[in-house]
């Protein structure tokens, strides 16, 4: 079997699906709504034995796909939209006043990392005009306060993402931060087609970047759920896969034993080298992404905006959606 | 004596021009530089009867005039980042690894309020590499740990700008933080040729927005630069203005007493009256601006990141900033 | 009688305004829907006397008005998208496969200029695919061969913005040309909540610039449908108009009559000496807009896309757009 | 011998080098710059063979590597600007008033697709004020009439970028048109230290997109200097020239004969089946490019339009950029 477990995904579902049925701690659950191509994963990771397979920390990830992501097709985005803001009705539990801070994670300057800073640009933003005069006591009973900040990434503001979410919810004191971000996927076929919910927290730039200090209820002190969409794949992990399967490939039609033997011994030794080869000078800093990626994200933006829009404020529904946004 | 006290502006020079030479508390020093047209006024808040006066706070506040600010002018260009690079390092006293945070006040989306966020694209970053392998040993000595945000406004992120940043400040524990903000003048002629540095805080949004929280020692507990650049002139300041020009003329020429008191009636009943009605629907919430406004802001934002480079940095010179930026 | 005819407005209905009931060669038509506040005015140009009096070509220009235009109420804004693609409907008389060109005129870099660009990222582009396998048959029935560019304006390109408009229509001969273009209103009042229709063509720039080639059937060869927002006010005009409330106020109450001649004269004499040194150094070339003009141009333009992607794509509907965009 | 010539690149200096030494109408040449480790690489396509060969049009590139490109080294920069403009300059004959029309080509929305428009935007713009009154005598004689237009790409317009060209240039009737765009390599080690000038026009897209109308003296009617900097590489590409390597080293090591058939077999049958599998559902439409693709596109459009500014401005010369720009 081959062993893909030093290959890094942030999605729990293609995590669970590498290591197969025999995890402890974990529990994968699929449905399909077939009508609407919807397909609704969710994986708990239960203890500390799941996170160590899964290199996941404990908590529910629920992810949607749909091949009607990457397609502009407004009627299989409803379903998306619906279903995306009830799984995000179930994660949380704010009472009718309770502040929400909505976090866009990634640089706003490379398109397929975009996708936080696009969100957020199109999230209802209230917590200002809440208890003012501004505001009519009608649509005050509509809308929550939500607030919303893009804090860049550490190349552009020398300060590590983390520490500037943690600053910012010390003064607001949110009751939830939803924080969304650009992941990175292990196979290409889920780029910009899949929607991942957790509730156990988020390393900002793990798609893009390199792991950063952590945003959760551990280091947050209060309950944050990440949204992700992946949109890029690591390039060496593209290759490396590659190379897998060809070598696969032909192990099954190998005959001679001296030859199978070579082929394992290939796989340990010169992979690596020909991965790092053929990304010299990149090394492991290059990613791979769809040409068309520009008009995915900013679609995939507003279903996810559209979505929280939905599940923070109590008084909008899809149909107003449908109209104001 | 026309009476001006009750219109804004953010320039301490302007407010104390306005008040003539009868000012407690306040101290004005002028000198001109004529080679390079530079004017330099310097403008001391010495207690509580200035800042009552001049409605500014107790502090410093030095302003650059020239209007090669207006022109694409190199030359004349250098001679401003130089004096504005020696200025503010008379207004900081950092140690040699005394971290900065600049902050970029004001809303990307409106251009001549965009002042701030363009100035910190330009500012080189260095607090994530400095004291990191990343950085070789001669590196380090040219540069300070600098850091840099852009807040957003209230309308966008539902949080006062204030409590971003001094969440940031709690985290990030800078000795200095400078502050970079378009600002509201009350003369047309000093619009995208004034550059205000002060070490008594900033208001952000002053300029097009309403007061808010103030960033200053006081809130931050650190030592504050505001640098700021009138870029606008508030709609209703200019029309009232200029009817007190034309009542003005009319009083110096007024032959029947009846007339003259009628006049002077007039200026109090009816010139708010007038604004309003000119302004309606918009009231206090309307700006004047230059047309060629989005040249001019971005030359700015490179003059003053560039003499914060200078300032800041310890071993960037002029001739780096020529070849570097 | 004040005289406001040497002061420029891009509206059809306001320089007819100006001129009283006495026009020769122009018809002025008003309608109002009450419920939803929408004021329609049709001003017919018939002949080269009313093109004088209100310089303005002959054709049929079509202003909405509506206060809603200023807010985020989607309810009011159908009925308005509604009526605006209705009235475009009538100013054009398509086949079915005639191909539209769609031109975003303004600059990109100035928030109340760029509503042609930003109109334009949010029109249905479908030229490069009608006729293709790319599209399913039945997809071909919903749209019309619809193109569009932002060409911008000669200050950055160096090129007359008719030029590049009347280059690209030789190239790809379109069977009519609708124009988007932020325009300058005599009133603060009409900012922002009034759109003109016109089959008369634009002056691109008119609004923020100086006059330039004419975008019309006449320049251009095929019909031309001109769309504009008045999002700014000239700052000379604003000025000049608040001189004329205060004088003529002062002429109604003047009681001597050496008194009322002064006056008289001075309007003619001072005037424009005063507003000239209102706006020293800039002259005429300050314009005057709300603060929240980002949010607004940002609405503007969602509105005249969807309108516009009604009105051109014979298979798309209000309720699609409510869906898809 | 490995045969690659099945796959693309932008770059003649690697078609010429995967084609080996028996090239027929190509005449190949290389200088190395050691201080400044820069290396210049002439390629010449003399007649139909060598276009036939090398799937390039007939004429000159000259191709500059550099490593100092990745990286924030003004010192190697300025070597660069200096070479570039000097290649530029041998590339054009240009009279003293002759017009040169630049085109940013690519899609701004998408950032290794963005060097086209972000070089212009640092392009210094004159046809509109040469032999106008707003300009002095002097500037006159420094600048030659250069304009500069974006015109987007297909999926954003509907139009051929190629026919928008045309159209501008039939209007403004230049003598020189310079084409700006990110290329395709084959190898990553080229990606971002890699500018190639060539007189034998371009195909806007050729790097993200699929292949469109030529931009050439043939289809302009005026010489083309194109500019292109490789920015991505196509993943299938990336994929197909890893499985060789291994495949490649393998075959090297092969001990039974079976196996070494089996191999030679593999790579016809299977390659092209595995990098399908690998890129599902995307085939031929991703690409590869490194994560810091934001800052690394500004530096070269900085680059790049300096070297215009000195190459077509008779009197702006490497000292003026350091100070100007």
């Known amino acids: 079997m081959r062993t893909t477990s030093n290959v890094y995904t942030d999605l729990a579902m293609e995590a669970a699906g590498d290591c197969g049925d025999e995890l402890d701690g974990v529990t994968v659950m699929s449905e399909e709504d077939g009508e609407a191509g919807l397909v609704t994963t969710t994986v708990h990771i239960h203890n500390e034995e799941g996170e160590r397979q ?41 009472g009718k006043d309770d502040v929400a801070l909505v976090v866009g994670l990634g640089n706003w300057n490379v398109t397929p990392d975009a996708l936080g800073p696009k969100t957020i640009a199109r999230v209802l933003v209230t917590r200002h005009i809440t208890g003012t005069d501004a505001v009519a006591r009608d649509i005050e009973d509509c809308v929550r306060p939500v607030c919303a900040v893009t804090p860049g990434v550490m190349g552009l503001t020398g300060i590590e993402t983390g520490e500037i979410v943690r600053g910012i919810v010390d003064r607001v004191r949110p009751s939830l931060v939803v924080a969304i971000d650009a992941l990175a996927a292990r196979s290409i076929s889920r780029i910009n087609c899949t929607i991942q919910m957790s509730n156990a927290g988020v390393n900002p730039g793990a798609g893009l970047g390199n792991k950063r200090m952590e945003l959760s209820s551990k280091t947050l002190g209060v309950p944050v759920i990440a949204i992700g969409v992946p949109t890029v794949v690591d390039a060496a992990t593209l290759i490396s896969d590659s190379l897998d399967y060809i070598l696969d490939d032909m192990i099954e039609q190998g005959g001679c034993s001296e030859f199978y033997n070579m082929l394992k011994d290939l796989q340990a030794q010169e992979k690596h080298g020909i991965v790092q080869e053929a990304l010299t000078p990149y090394a492991g800093n290059m990613f791979v992404t769809p040409k068309e990626v520009d008009a995915v994200i900013g679609r995939l933006a507003g279903i996810i905006a559209n979505s929280l829009n939905i599940a923070l404020h109590p008084g909008i529904t899809l149909d107003d959606i449908n109209k104001y946004f």
């Not at 009607?68 to 704010?94: F, Q, Y």
């Open 54 to 94: 899964l290199r996941k920390s404990i908590g529910t990830y629920i992810t949607l796909e749909s091949q009607s992501l990457m397609e502009n097709d407004p009627t299989a985005h409803e379903v998306i939209i619906k279903e995306l803001s009830r799984k995000l009705g179930e994660l949380h539990n704010l």
